[in-house]
């Protein structure tokens, strides 16, 4: 399986893949015997542990089209429904964009539209917040638990992907071990904690609450090393994936973006363990 093979060549424990391309509406077609042995090729990988699928970034939960929305959702379930079959530990998904409406406009469209892709999963729906440009649904975590409480399923369902680099541009830092702490108390005050289950671990090319989605590689952005350190080793969230989606050389992450990602977790790690001794 070539995904598979990639991120086990970039020394990868968990991969994400589109499963269509991302732009288009297209729903790609695969054979049951596609997916089934990529699902057992997954389950039995000697080195990568877990796939995440990414839906496409054209779906708008809450566009008040209803055109768009129908599309939006028949894609998602589509997207889903492949996801399911490979054997994915989740789906990502960006909610959408209500272009300055408000989230009391869409937020029961939205609830009912992941109900609706709920039944044709098998593996949880990954919300993720977003860097809060242009109306974006998930600007803040308080946006994310109103519609995950509207779901009202558990967190084998739904749950949340956090990207280091959104929650920068969304104006929440986390440069030392208080604002750390803090960012993650006030998620946990939202959503219990076990909806986090996975991580986008990324640098940023822009600014601390510029609401632009940049990615930049690990330490060569406004973020830098130490930040992304202390968050990556906060103890609260040592048993979650993270994910690469730096842009290395131009073509995704590498096998050194993997080993900075290590370099930063081990350093963070140490970090958080004498902070707490220090505090003791
Ligand atoms: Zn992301």
């Known amino acids: 399986m070539p995904a598979l093979d990639r991120g086990a060549g970039i020394g990868a424990e968990v991969i994400q893949v589109f499963t269509q391309s991302p732009r288009t509406w297209k729903p790609q077609l695969y054979a049951d015997e596609i997916l089934s042995s990529y699902r057992e090729a997954q389950r039995t990988h000697p080195s990568v542990r877990a796939t995440y699928c990414h839906a496409s970034y054209l779906i708008?939960?809450?566009?008040?089209?209803?055109?768009l929305l129908e599309r939006s959702v028949d894609c998602l379930s589509a997207n889903a429904a492949v996801a399911s079959a490979i054997g994915a530990s989740g789906i990502i998904l960006h909610?959408?964009?209500?272009?300055?409406?408000?989230?009391?406009?869409?937020?029961?469209?939205?609830?009912?539209?992941?109900?609706k892709t709920i039944e044709v999963a098998t593996c949880p729906l990954l919300l993720e917040n977003t860097a809060g440009g242009g109306g974006s649904v998930g600007r803040d975590f308080d946006e994310l638990a109103r519609i995950i409480d509207r779901v009202g399923v558990g967190p084998e369902h739904i749950g949340i992907c956090l990207d280091t680099q959104h929650l920068w541009a969304s104006g929440t830092s986390y440069a030392t071990f208080e604002t750390t702490q803090a960012a993650l108390a006030a998620l946990g005050a939202c959503v219990n904690l076990d909806r986090l289950q996975c991580i986008h671990f990324n640098d940023s090319k822009t600014a601390l609450g510029s609401n632009h989605d940049r990615h930049e590689n690990l330490g060569e952005g406004s973020i830098g090393s130490d930040a992304l350190a202390i968050f990556i080793g906060h103890p609260s969230l040592q048993q979650v994936p993270a994910i690469l989606?730096?842009?290395?050389?131009?073509?995704?992450?590498?096998?050194?973006?993997v080993a900075i990602a290590r370099r930063l977790h081990a350093k963070g790690r140490k970090a958080w363990s004498e902070h707490r001794k220090d505090l003791a």
């Open 60 to 67: 708008n939960l809450a566009t008040s089209d209803p055109l």
């Open 95 to 115: 909610v959408g964009s209500h272009k300055g409406a408000g989230i009391d406009s869409c937020l029961d469209q939205i609830a009912q539209a992941l109900s």
């Open 245 to 257: 989606e730096v842009p290395g050389d131009g073509k995704g992450p590498r096998f050194e973006d």
